[in-house]
């Protein structure tokens, strides 16, 4: 909720959540879920595969939000990444961990690719439908890749 918390702010929307009892409902469902599932059951990689798809379906429906605000393209690019990637940010800081931003992880790269192909493919005029599932599954794509082959981005070196 976090990164399209931000979103609607940045771009005048009315936060999406405060106005529909039932998306908190079901994010401290959800949250709940995951709290009382015995460690076991998360055993591997299986919550990075739930939030690589998260990530990649929020990345789109970020930048198509903004888009239905008028927002223009490159920051309605930017807006997809705001809302895949702030949420993930703002738990890692409240659990002390390091932020996704600082792990050469390809994570927000992956969640540009998805903003990006939706929002050139929508300006271009196909399907908003078709648009939004190239966008997904390629940034869906990326991300499995660094999952699966450790792909990273270089790190900084001093």
């Given at each position: 909720?976090g990164?399209?918390?931000?979103?609607?702010?940045?771009?005048?929307a009315?936060?999406?959540?405060?106005?529909?009892?039932?998306?908190p409902?079901?994010?401290?469902?959800?949250?709940g879920?995951?709290?009382?599932?015995?460690?076991?059951?998360w055993?591997g990689?299986a919550l990075d595969?739930f939030?690589?798809?998260?990530?990649a379906?929020y990345a789109?429906?970020?930048?198509?939000?903004?888009?239905?605000?008028?927002?223009?393209?490159?920051?309605?690019?930017?807006?997809?990444?705001i809302?895949?990637?702030v949420?993930?940010?703002?738990?890692d800081?409240?659990?002390?961990?390091?932020s996704?931003?600082?792990?050469?992880?390809?994570?927000?790269?992956?969640?540009?690719?998805a903003?990006a192909?939706?929002?050139?493919?929508a300006?271009?005029?196909?399907?908003l439908i078709?648009?939004?599932?190239i966008?997904?599954?390629?940034?869906?794509g990326?991300?499995a890749?660094?999952?699966?082959?450790?792909?990273?981005?270089?790190?900084y070196?001093?």
């Amino acid at each position: 909720m976090g990164g399209g918390t931000v979103r609607d702010l940045l771009i005048g929307a009315p936060v999406f959540w405060v106005h529909d009892w039932r998306v908190p409902a079901v994010c401290l469902a959800t949250a709940g879920l995951i709290w009382v599932t015995p460690a076991h059951f998360w055993k591997g990689r299986a919550l990075d595969w739930f939030d690589a798809v998260g990530m990649a379906v929020y990345a789109v429906f970020g930048a198509a939000k903004s888009l239905s605000f008028g927002v223009p393209l490159l920051p309605a690019m930017m807006m997809g990444v705001i809302t895949a990637c702030v949420g993930g940010i703002i738990r890692d800081v409240l659990a002390g961990e390091p932020s996704i931003l600082l792990r050469p992880e390809l994570y927000v790269t992956a969640a540009a690719l998805a903003a990006a192909l939706f929002v050139i493919l929508a300006g271009l005029g196909v399907p908003l439908i078709a648009a939004a599932l190239i966008g997904a599954v390629s940034g869906f794509g990326l991300r499995a890749l660094a999952i699966t082959r450790g792909l990273a981005i270089p790190s900084y070196k001093r």
